[in-house]
């Protein structure tokens, strides 16, 4: 069955680090173009950055830019999130998000992970 499963959030603490990770499995990693969303309390869902199928272009929220890189191994079927300079509005539950659209049968492919926290707090 398919399976998104994130791993990395944590504690850190304003101007420090952390990888999150979102290991994939259950179908052709390769195909998907995949993405980080996040939610805060009280908030609805943020899109945060995005990557091609074979990871020749990325994207990021204007929020996120300049300190945040996503990247993926399409070996490992695994994708990345490095953040750097944390601030406490980074604090949320952040998502690994997995997309496919099959042209021949129209049908498009839209999966989820169950998330990992984020904190960042002094």
């Known amino acids: 069955q398919v399976q998104l499963v994130e791993s990395g959030g944590g504690l850190a603490q304003p101007g420090g680090s952390l990888t999150l990770s979102c290991a994939a499995s259950g179908f052709t990693f390769g195909n998907y173009a995949m993405s980080w969303a996040r939610q805060a309390p009280g908030k609805g869902l943020e899109w945060v950055s995005g990557?091609?199928?074979?990871?020749?272009?990325?994207y990021y929220a204007d929020s996120v830019k300049g300190r945040f890189t996503i990247s993926r191994d399409n070996t490992k079927n695994t994708m990345y999130l490095q953040m750097n300079s944390l601030k406490p509005e980074d604090t949320a539950v952040y998502y690994c998000?997995?997309?496919?659209?099959?042209?021949?049968?129209?049908?498009?492919?839209?999966?989820w992970g169950q998330g990992t926290q984020v904190t960042v707090s002094s």
């Open positions: 990557i091609y199928s074979d990871g020749s272009d990325t």
């Open positions: 998000n997995a997309e496919y659209g099959d042209i021949v049968t129209q049908t498009e492919y839209n999966y």
